[in-house]
């Protein structure tokens, strides 16, 4: 099953949506091939005697507990410093129409 036809190649297009020239269906079909044989060789690969790997940096999670700064401000003194505020929040032009 390594060799993908024309029609193997035009079907993945449809599933992509991509749409291919001659010239590029014949590209695709080769490296798509090329693909299929490297992972039919890597298929042939004895694994039974290794473990998963789940990730291989060897870092772990790291939690620590919240600590609270007072800079000295009140939430409602920072808003002092922005050009229009609404409900006590800052208010900004609309994004998205």
Known sequence: MSKLSKEDVLK???LARLELDQS?????RSELSQILEYV???????TDDL???????????????DKIK?????PHDLLNNVPRV????IQVNRMVE
Do not use: C, F
């Open 40 to 46: 039919e060789q890597l298929q042939t690969v004895n």
């Open 24 to 28: 590029e269906i014949e590209v695709y």
């Open 12 to 14: 993945l297009a449809k």
């Open 86 to 89: 609404k409900d006590d929040q």
């Open 51 to 65: 473990l998963p790997t789940n990730q291989v940096t060897g870092l772990v999670n790291v939690s620590r507990k």
């Open 70 to 74: 007072n800079y000295g401000y009140q």
